[in-house]
């Protein structure tokens, strides 16, 4: 038993949980309820946090391929489920992550909160977003098949109603397409799971990767690896499964935005590498090839589709626009896991942690813009020359260039070390794999960082330069606010920290990436 | 019961007690006059007999109490419902007990010739049975009331099916299960028709209609199979398949085929469901909870025995006849409830019928799962997943019954911002509705589907797991929109004024939704079921 986890759960858990109270419990007025409701969320994601933190600095980087603070009791014999919890180098700074930017979420949300008509109560958006921190810290913390559908499902409630609530635009239609896709997605994934668990005998991921792969026949780990990938590939999302995710992120609210690609998306990638790999090597050597190609394709595809959005005249949505680079950005983090070696699942690794990062940032950024002019229309925004918040509003136009270079990969940034890593796994993939095929699908990738910088480089130009003086939607926007400083500074320092010294990261994933693949 | 004691008549038995003329020489034919007596287990028939003599005495004492005492009618079904379940207790220890046995060994642990046994199997549905009426009892309290119902007559028609639906799971031997399956159905008519308005009487008679057909298609199959194994007791039944002569063989399919239509029809089966969403509309709303978890539980438990202990030699025909039956009984409900608008009168009683016609879908596939496995182990998902749906369903049920008090059409757009009107009954709505979808935070309706998936998959069923998968994404959309309707902030502020809520009503809610969280919370008081052995 070890207490840190079981609390990191249980805190937001009980939070969620008093939510329900009355409303009178949190002050005699709405407007009172509404602040101290949202002050409490944002104590109780800072305690989280703070939880992380110590959890990280008791961490022994020394094994970080060992499961650590583990705690493993008996949750339902009947059905050989077991409380199971462990972090490693690989889960521990995906659950620091996510811990962090479910508070800067809060905090941003303490000033920033949708509010209007048919919009319920500050408090139920407390309650749902600890929950849905819930589900996204037991994801990544669990060490037990069904224990991990358990927590992939417990985000998807918070998370709908999020969308179809502090939403915009057809809200209510793309939290339904978000949640019946992932659903589908997650019920075949369940199969696989069962399928695994019941001819292996043990739901267990650890004593299932110890065994990796021995007792499963060809045929078995094939079948659950397809219906297995299936469902994370829906998650990631991976070419062709992701027409959820452009709606999903157009409609949601700017908190909603940060999380599903800060976090709900890594549920995906992190599941391929904790699961997928290590549990059914065999059946993940067969498919690694049809994963690869349908990465490379995602990459081009994802740049196409941002560089088509981001023409003149194209009424494109910057969050949109957003979106379709995630599905390019996701394509990378696939392209490295289907590699099979541990150069690629690593940069697989580093990338997934940069995006969430980078792509929080960004989505925080167009959020306020988006808040600021009413809209996210490119058109609209760059009028004939552009936005010009350069002259208009310096900071977060400083703010917006340096997250848009990081996102297309300039050294020394986050954004890159994650990229060129998983292009060399695809350089030379694991023994058995096709080589020129992912030559092949490397080329294509590479192909897709030149869009990348095309597009973003464009979005820069028609958003952060431009003549000032030329008529805007709304004059004299604000600036940087503070609360907009405080949830953003932390997102952009650490990308400088990521991009500045990769070790930090790669030293913790390395040897629990080397211990899945069976080499170390 | 029956009793089919053949002892053999010894004259011998009589020469000896020639010199005592007191005694009437008839009864000195027999050599072993304690063969002819039977024992029987007082305790192991308690559950069902306690429901009986409670519904004897509620009918008795409807004559006596004047009108203005009916109430205590409703407290005495209660209290009998609530001794008939402690009655299961000393049941719970040791091996099976059984009682009405042919061959009449006392201690012997092989019950096949019993025609009444009190195991695992027997104990968990009378659980569900008795349970289930007892809920809807407490639903029942104010509706009685409130819709003029007689009490005395309403009382009784319910301990009566409640009997029936405790003494079957119980049974062994195809007479009993046909009787206890009818002292289900009969009340339930009357009970249906109860509230005498065109709709109810319609309701009644399609009940009615359909439900007389399945029996007597059923009888008409036990006839068969009983021509051609020449025993009603199931174990016999199984037996009697295996060596039965060549010439036999298509009048005994015939009769299993014929017997399963039966039971199809009892669980409200695609093609057998069309009286289901009419029936429950028409019924009190207790009532029509009532049925969908403790009519539906009933034809279950009769499924699962005729299936695997009766026919088990037939068990990959059966499997896949009940494996289709399964996955086109899911899609055809959540089509149909997808299908519900929300604005049509009666939709939200519309919309639990047809979920509940795809739910006992989900129930079919662990018996589909036996079929193919070759043993009765995986009937513990179809027996877990029923004893929580059963909770969740009748308090989805109560808090229909909750609204319609004030929104007597009961239309899906009554509970538009039900969350700022009465907080804990739309908390409490959300959570079965959730629990029903198998979404978190409804966890234990997602580890019931489990369990169901986990049948599925074990005995080879992939196809029917992947409709299971896709039918689950389905009724999630409809259970979601009803559940996101709750919460829909509302757009004027005067919604005060809403009448008291009866505390028999408010007192069943809150002890389902506590009992479904604390469920959610130790899943394994429920899924202890599904690993150990049930017969």
């Given amino acids: ?520 | 019961m029956i009793s089919s004691v053949s002892a053999p008549v010894s004259a011998a038995a009589g020469h000896q007690l020639l010199g005592q003329p007191a005694v009437h020489p008839t009864l000195l034919a027999v050599s072993n006059p304690g063969g002819l007596i039977q024992s029987v287990d007082w305790v192991a028939i308690a559950p069902p007999l306690i429901a009986a003599l409670t519904a004897l005495a509620v009918l008795l004492a409807d004559l006596f109490l004047p009108e203005r005492h009916k109430k205590l009618l409703g407290r005495l079904t209660a209290a009998g419902l609530a001794l008939a379940l402690l009655a299961l207790l000393p049941l719970t220890g040791g091996h099976p007990r059984a009682t009405f046995c042919a061959q009449n060994v006392t201690g012997a642990t092989d019950n096949a010739g019993c025609s009444y046994v009190a195991d695992h199997f027997a104990l968990v549905f009378q659980l569900l049975a008795l349970g289930g009426a007892l809920i809807a009892a407490l639903l029942s309290l104010h509706t009685v009331d409130e819709e003029k119902l007689p009490s005395g007559e309403f009382w009784f028609l319910l301990l009566s099916s409640a009997t029936g639906a405790a003494l079957l799971p119980a049974s062994r031997d195809l007479a009993t299960l046909v009787v206890a399956l009818e002292v289900v159905s009969l009340p339930s008519f009357a009970l249906v028709g109860l509230r005498r308005d065109g709709r109810g009487g319609e309701a009644a008679l399609k009940f009615f209609l359909s439900s007389v057909t399945a029996t007597a298609v059923m009888l008409l199959g036990v006839s068969f199979v009983y021509a051609a194994t020449g025993s009603l007791h199931l174990s016999a039944i199984a037996e009697g398949l295996g060596q039965a002569p060549g010439q036999l063989k298509p009048l005994a399919e015939a009769g299993a085929a014929l017997t399963l239509v039966g039971f199809a029809f009892k669980v409200a089966a695609v093609p057998f469901h069309f009286w289901v969403p009419d029936t429950y509309t028409g019924a009190p709303l207790p009532v029509a909870g009532y049925l969908s978890v403790v009519g539906k539980a009933a034809g279950f438990a009769g499924l699962a025995l005729v299936t695997s202990i009766a026919f088990r030699p037939y068990g990959h025909t059966w499997g896949l006849l009940l494996a289709v039956l399964a996955a086109v009984t899911m899609t055809a409900g959540n089509v149909a409830a997808l299908r519900q608008r929300s604005d049509t009168a009666q939709g939200a009683v519309r919309l639990l019928a047809w979920s509940s016609v795809a739910q006992a879908g989900y129930l079919l596939v662990p018996l589909a799962a036996a079929g193919y496995a070759g043993s009765a182990h995986p009937l513990g998902a179809t027996v877990a997943y029923a004893l929580i749906y059963g909770l969740v369903n009748l308090g989805a049920f109560g808090v229909a019954a909750l609204v319609g008090r004030t929104a007597p059409d009961n239309r899906l757009d009554d509970y538009q911002g039900l969350f700022a009107r009465r907080r804990w009954a739309a908390l409490a709505l959300a959570f079965f509705l959730l629990c029903l979808a198998g979404l978190p935070p409804g966890v234990v309706g997602l580890f019931g589907k489990v369990v169901v998936f986990r049948a599925a998959v074990d005995a080879g069923l992939g196809w029917l797991a992947v409709v299971m998968a896709v039918n689950v994404v389905i009724a999630l959309f409809y259970y979601l929109q009803w559940t996101a309707k709750l919460f829909v902030a509302p757009t004027t502020e005067a919604t005060s004024g809403e009448s008291r809520v009866p505390v028999s009503l408010a007192a069943t809610l809150s002890l389902t939704a506590v009992g479904a969280v604390v469920l959610s919370v130790a899943p394994q008081l429920v899924l202890q079921v599904v690993s150990g052995s049930l017969f």
């Fill in chain 1, 1 to 520: 038993m070890n207490a840190v986890l079981i609390a990191l759960l249980a805190l937001p858990l009980l939070g969620a949980a008093l939510t329900l109270a009355p409303a009178t419990a949190f002050g005699p007025d709405r407007a009172t309820q509404e602040k101290r409701a949202l002050r409490f969320g944002a104590l109780v994601t800072g305690l989280v946090l703070v939880l992380t933190v110590a959890l990280a600095a008791g961490f022994d980087r020394a094994h970080a391929s060992r499961m650590q603070a583990v705690t493993d009791t008996a949750w339902i014999p009947a059905i050989g489920v077991r409380f199971h919890l462990g972090v490693d180098g690989i889960s521990l700074p995906l659950v620091v992550l996510t811990a962090l930017l479910t508070l800067l979420c809060a905090v941003y949300s303490t000033r920033r909160l949708p509010d209007g008509p048919g919009v319920p109560s500050a408090r139920v958006f407390v309650g749902l977003l600890l929950l849905l921190e819930v589900g996204m810290l037991a994801t990544f913390v669990v060490l037990d098949l069904l224990l991990f559908f358990l927590a992939f499902e417990i985000v998807l409630i918070p998370m709908y109603f999020l969308i179809a609530r502090w939403g915009s635009g057809a809200k209510v239609a793309s939290a339904n397409r978000f949640i019946l896709y992932t659903l589908l997605g997650s019920a075949v994934m369940l199969l696989g799971f069962l399928l695994v668990g019941l001819k292996a005998g043990t739901f267990d991921m650890t004593a299932l990767a110890a065994a990796h792969g021995h007792g499963l026949s060809h045929t078995t780990q094939v079948l659950a690896a397809l219906a297995i990938g299936l469902g994370l590939a829906v998650k990631a999302p991976a070419w062709p499964l992701h027409s959820w995710l452009p709606d999903a992120h157009t409609s949601a609210p700017t908190v909603g935005s940060v999380l599903l690609a800060g976090v709900l998306l890594k549920m995906g990638t992190y599941g391929l590498v904790r699961v997928l790999l290590p549990v059914v090597p065999d059946g993940t050597a067969t498919l690694a090839p049809y994963l690869g190609a349908l990465a490379a394709v995602g990459v081009v595809y994802g740049s196409l589709a941002c560089l088509a959005l981001a023409r003149q005249g194209s009424k494109g949505d910057l969050k949109r626009l957003i979106a379709y680079s995630s599905v390019g950005h996701m394509g990378f983090v696939l392209l490295g896991i289907a590699s099979l070696t541990p150069v690629g699942v690593n940069g697989a690794l580093f990338a997934n942690v940069a995006h969430g990062l980078i792509t929080g940032l960004l989505f925080f950024l167009v959020g306020a813009l988006k808040d600021r002019y009413g809209t996210a229309d490119l058109d609209t925004l760059a009028g004939a020359t552009g936005a010009a918040l350069y002259g208009r509003a310096p900071r977060i136009g400083a703010l917006l260039a340096f997250a848009a270079v990081a996102s297309l990969g300039l050294p020394g940034l986050a954004g890159f070390w994650g990229e060129v890593l998983a292009m060399f796994g695809a350089f030379d993939p694991a023994a058995g794999l096709s080589r020129p095929a992912f030559v092949t699908y490397m080329v294509l990738a590479g192909l897709g960082t030149l869009l990348t910088a095309a597009y973003l480089l464009i979005v820069v130009r028609r958003v952060c330069m431009g003549d000032p003086k030329q008529p805007a939607v709304v004059e004299g926007i604000a600036d940087l606010r503070p609360y907009e400083a405080v949830s953003w500074t932390p997102l952009a320092a650490l990308t400088l920290v990521a991009g500045l010294w990769p070790a930090l990261l790669l030293g913790l994933s390395d040897p629990a990436v080397k211990h899945l693949l069976g080499g170390g």
